[in-house]
């Protein structure tokens, strides 16, 4: 058996390439990624930008894998024609290697942005109505796989459309939130109830593995969230216990936060992440269904308490990061 990870030195692909050596360490593990990682020699590297066309010759059996976790997700934080040149132009490339090399079997990780900012509930019926370059990049890489798989009723396309990953390694929202309750430095932005719907990596991964055994004919999309999804000061409450902190209660005017991380940005202030939009998505739930999922027959590893047990223990104890 052969896996192939495209964006694999990245969070979501180190945590797999780990999880992957654990089922069986004979297994053929390629990264793909602009950024070499060996994953411990628990991989091969081989450089690849998915921006151009794929020229890497595979002699792969109809049972290979590839995943498809490529992509600039950042938001905000690049151009806007950045989002598409990676997000839209690597899933063209990507499924055109898999036309040409014969694969069967594509997991494509999208994300919840194809849905737009909005507070009601999204389950993976609900119209997609993105509302910023990433979102729509998204969205169109959805359905330039779906086309692939389209293509051949025998092929097998699942589409995850994780909320907030969160895990060792991930340096993002989740990491910031730790650090920022640590520092005494977090407060509510507007309320305490947005809901924050979000995934533990090792989760998100176990889940990846289910469906290659569990996946029927076609496509299948999941929202991968807790379920039910938490709530921001269920976050920082269980976090805060978790790792012995003083848990935050302030909360600061929507309204003000959201002027004065303006001034902040026009003076240099996004250098250092500070921008407008940034605290507009904070105060705006990602209420997403995770109904699916727990009905799919998968069964959760974690709960959130017990994830970011699981977490600190990585970590020694000592942090999250």
Not at 42 to 70: H, M, P, Q, W
Not at 72 to 86: L, Q, S
Not at 89 to 110: H, W
Not at 221 to 249: D, H, R, W
């Amino acid at each position: 058996m052969s896996y192939l990870i495209f964006g694999g030195s990245g969070f979501i692909g180190t945590h797999l390439v780990n999880e992957l050596n654990k089922i069986d360490e004979n297994v053929k593990i390629y990264n793909l990624d602009i950024v070499e990682n060996t994953h411990e020699e628990k991989s091969t590297y081989i450089y690849c930008d998915v921006r151009e066309k794929i020229t890497i010759d595979f002699s792969l059996g109809k049972d290979d894998i590839v995943f498809n976790f490529a992509a600039i997700h950042r938001t905000p934080g690049h151009p806007d024609n950045e989002y598409f040149e990676t997000n839209i132009r690597g899933a063209e490339n990507v499924c055109e290697f898999a036309e040409r090399i014969g694969i069967t079997k594509i997991i494509f990780t999208s994300s919840i942005a194809p849905y737009g900012a909005a507070e009601g509930m999204k389950e993976e019926s609900t119209l997609p109505t993105p509302n910023t370059p990433y979102g729509i990049s998204k969205l169109v890489a959805e359905k330039t796989h779906q086309i692939w798989q389209a293509a051949n009723q025998n092929r097998e396309l699942t589409i995850l459309r994780p909320g907030v990953v969160f895990g060792k390694g991930e340096n993002g929202n989740f990491t910031r939130l730790y650090w920022g309750i640590k520092g005494h430095t977090f407060f509510y932005p507007g309320r305490k109830d947005t809901i924050k719907g979000c995934i533990y990596v090792k989760d998100l991964v176990h889940f990846i593995l289910y469906k290659i055994e569990n996946h029927t004919k076609g496509t299948e999309l999941f929202n991968c969230t807790f379920e039910p999804a938490y709530t921001i000061e269920q976050i920082v409450e269980t976090m805060s216990n978790v790792t012995g902190l003083k848990a935050p209660k302030l909360v600061i005017n929507g309204k003000l936060l959201t002027g004065v991380a303006t001034i902040v940005a026009l003076i240099g202030g996004r250098k250092f992440g500070i921008h407008p939009d940034r605290v507009k998505k904070l105060m705006v739930s990602t209420n997403i269904s995770g109904k699916k999922l727990s009905e799919s027959g998968y069964k959760y590893k974690y709960t959130l308490e017990t994830a970011i047990q699981d977490w600190f223990a990585d970590n020694d104890n000592l942090y999250l990061k």
